[in-house]
């Protein structure tokens, strides 16, 4: 099927911005578009007419516009999930006075859909919209070990492990092993895999179907909790999930 030039390299100038990448210059959108500067410049004027893309008057650098944000407030807004689990992600957090986190599968990083700040939490990394990866975090391990044996196997092709801290797994057959032990226990920990001096623990949350649907996770400084406590910490984020899926319908 044919695709519109035209959009298709709007939409590409769009996924240039990241966290990492905020903010860039007419010539590095141009070079990294492999596109004329007048071309560059025309896409950014119409995105910029339309409000998916600003221009800071002082710098001249180009940044995404609002008009992104409001049409991702929208697509939250219809995510039942979300809905559901609102309350009870606020509950864990009001329970514990850590940051409680929902999470989805997009290719093959979890993203980040809701999150609530918990009182104690000393954790500002996470956001709305922020993507993990699979191997490394709590929540990442939930989405893959939960899927479908044929869906696994699509997400391990030719993923690539790569190193965060020390305590990162490296490579398929641990990685294997450690899924393994996730169905096993109906939970996972990520160890300071993701994050120096971070724990986080995380559990799924089913459909009505059985099918997997997100990941609830909740995140803590490990010098303030030890195992006994990370164990207690795990079974009441079980809990708060087994407590959503019930409200999806799952039986």
């Known amino acids: 099927m044919p695709i519109i030039q035209a959009l298709d390299r709007a939409l590409r100038i769009l996924d240039l911005f990241d966290e990492h990448t905020p903010e860039l210059k007419l010539t590095e959108i141009s070079a990294r578009m492999q596109l004329h500067k007048s071309t560059a410049h025309a896409l950014l004027r ?19 516009g609002l008009r992104l944000l409001e049409k991702g407030q929208m697509l939250l807004q219809n995510l039942d999930i979300r809905n559901v689990a609102r309350p009870h ?21 979890g993203v980040y859909i809701d999150k609530v700040e918990g009182a104690q939490a000393a954790i500002r990394y996470s956001r709305i919209g922020r993507r993990v990866p699979l191997h490394s975090s709590a929540s990442g391990k939930v989405l893959a070990a939960f899927q479908p044996p044929d869906a696994l196997e699509r997400l391990l092709a030719g993923y690539t492990y790569v190193r965060h801290t020390p305590n990162t797994i490296d490579s398929e057959a641990k990685f294997r092993r450690e899924l393994e032990e996730v169905r096993k226990h109906g939970c996972a920990f990520d160890r300071e895999e993701n994050e120096p001096g971070v724990l986080c623990i995380a559990a799924p949350i089913f459909g009505h179907d059985g099918q997997l649907l997100a990941a609830m996770s909740l995140s803590c400084m490990t010098a303030r909790v030890d195992e006994a406590e990370a164990q207690r910490l795990a079974e009441r984020v079980r809990k708060t999930t087994a407590e959503i899926s019930a409200r999806l319908g799952h039986r």
């Open 46 to 64: 119409t995105l910029q007419i339309h409000g998916y893309i600003e221009q800071d008057e002082e710098s001249g650098k180009y940044r995404l």
């Open 89 to 109: 992600l606020q509950a864990l957090s009001d329970a514990t006075g850590q940051t409680a986190h929902l999470l989805i599968l997009d290719g093959r990083e």
